[in-house]
């Protein structure tokens, strides 16, 4: 059953500037996100936008690259911007531990959420307002009110140095279905 957020977090608008054959600024793209799992009570995802290389190239008009169904996981160059709609946990479910190698700024911008880091550490509570700056560092992110958690969340492609490694091991490319590989040197 949904928890009516749907009602509270619609789709969102989003306005893409670019430039006309004179170099002229323009509006290249006024029109909503799509929006992946809309209508169900699990996460929802609509990419604003994403660059594939850094630094990113700008270009008078392209193509839109969120434009196609959502696709989870980290980009190995470039950024993503999205909005992210975490459901509240479900008993009996597994937080997904996890590490990426990115660089992840996720601001809160409704609810509350559990960042879970190591065995041992004290959880850290984020709400409404609450920014944190996510390093590769091992974390799942669990949902315990009875809403939808609304994040807007910027990935930014990384790299952990080899000191890192060395300490933590490989930084496995992030699989959303639980399916971690190690990244090819």
């Known amino acids: 059953m949904l928890d009516g957020t749907m009602d ?9 500037t670019g430039h006309d054959a004179d170099g002229k600024s323009v509006v290249m793209i006024d029109d909503l996100c799509h929006y992946s799992g809309a209508g169900t009570d699990g996460f929802r995802f609509q990419d604003i ?11 008078a008009t392209e193509d839109d690259p969120t434009g196609k169904p959502f696709q989870p996981g ?8 999205r909005v992210s709609d975490v459901p509240p946990f479900k008993p009996g479910d597994t937080p997904y ?16 959420i559990t960042m879970l880091l190591s065995e041992g550490v004290e959880p850290v509570i984020l ?24 994040l807007l969340i910027v990935m930014i492609a990384g790299r952990a140095t080899e000191a890192l490694e060395k300490l933590i091991g490989k930084v496995p490319l992030w699989d959303p279905a639980g399916r971690a590989k190690a990244e090819e040197a």
């Open 8 to 16: 509270l977090y619609p789709n969102l608008r989003r306005v893409i």
């Open 49 to 59: 936008w994403s660059h594939r290389v850094l630094p990113i190239q700008i270009e």
């Open 74 to 81: 980290v980009i190995e160059n470039g950024i993503f911007v």
């Open 97 to 112: 531990m996890h590490r990426t190698n990115s660089v992840d700024y996720l601001h809160v911008l409704e609810g509350e």
């Open 127 to 150: 709400r409404k307002g609450d920014t944190i700056l996510q390093r590769a560092t091992d974390h799942a992110w669990v949902n315990h009110t009875d809403r939808h958690c609304r």
